[in-house]
């Protein structure tokens, strides 16, 4: 039995991946700031980790970092972002570098943020440049800091994620709560493109990318149909029974009430899927209509 470690496992995503990888077999265990019978601990501040948790793991997933939308970007809250992914990173590392059975792979959350909070009209793809904004400068260095395993003989894949839509405390219960009381509208103009992926699929590409050896670098981890963030909306309230009766909120309230971290919500382009299903991944939830469906019934 192959044994997987995980970081940020208590986390929404974590979760749910850690159940996936037990009903497929391998044992699991975390990584956690938090000291636990059921997980190993580590402090990212001043460098602790339970030396343990690394010895035996054939496969690490790192996911742990600040919540990006958890609050508005300022300086302090900047700096927490991208430290609380290449530090944490770096740690495991600089340890695992000193052992003598190192894990096989390396596989790391990255974002679709790489391409940079803007709406356009080109599909992006892995090859794409970064960005220059903040949500690229964050997924440049985040993607950095896996690389480097490589440096150590360690296969690395990084999953560059759009919004990962769960039936219970995610996006998509924030968006569907005011819609089922008759409150629901788009944000900005709705023009937005919304990359998404159903969190099913996503757990399966993690899956995917420790039992398949070919796999390596990065990869989109978006559903392959688009839609805008009106469509979103309207699919979400079709569902439902409900209708969007109200107009879209204006950006200028995003604006005012989170600042830049308001791109978040009011930009977003088109992200391609085709290099992971050319590699051989099959989405159990490919169109919005059957993400939807299945999340919210």
């Not at 080109?122 to 690229?136: C, K, Q, R, W, Y």
Request: glycine letters at 8%.
């Amino acid at each position: 039995m192959e044994s997987i470690l995980i970081t940020g496992g208590s986390g929404l995503i974590g979760k749910y991946l850690q159940n996936i990888l037990l009903q497929k077999g391998y044992a699991v265990s975390i990584l956690s700031s938090s000291h636990s019978a059921k997980s190993f601990y580590w402090n990212i501040e001043t460098g602790e980790i339970d030396i343990e948790a690394l010895k035996n793991a054939d496969h690490i997933i790192h996911l742990a970092g600040a919540n990006i939308g958890a609050r508005r970007w300022t300086e302090r809250q900047k700096r927490l972002i991208i430290e609380s992914r290449t530090q944490s990173a770096q740690l495991l590392f600089d340890t695992i570098k000193k052992l003598d059975k190192r894990p096989k792979t390396f596989i790391s959350a990255s974002a679709v943020g790489y391409y940079g909070a803007i709406t356009s009209e080109h599909i992006f793809m892995e090859t794409d440049e970064p960005a220059s904004d903040f949500l690229g400068n964050v997924c440049v260095q985040w993607e950095k800091s896996a690389d480097q395993f490589e440096e150590l003989g360690i296969r690395v894949v990084k999953f560059r994620t759009g919004v990962v839509l769960t039936p219970h405390n995610g996006v998509l219960e924030k968006i569907r709560r005011p819609i089922k009381y008759g409150f629901g509208s788009s944000f900005g103009n709705g023009k937005q493109y919304f990359p998404w992926i159903h969190i099913n699929d996503l757990c399966e590409m993690y899956y995917k990318a420790i039992a398949d050896k070919t796999f390596r670098g990065a990869y989109n981890a978006v559903a392959p149909q688009h839609c805008s963030n009106k469509l979103f909306v309207k699919n979400i309230a079709s569902i439902l029974g409900k209708s969007v009766l109200l107009p879209s909120i204006p950006s200028f309230i995003f604006r005012v009430v989170f600042g830049e971290m308001s791109d978040l919500l009011l930009k977003g382009s088109r992200i391609s899927s085709q290099k992971i299903k050319d590699d051989g991944f099959q989405y159990q939830f490919s169109t919005l209509e059957s993400a939807l469906t299945d999340l919210l019934k």
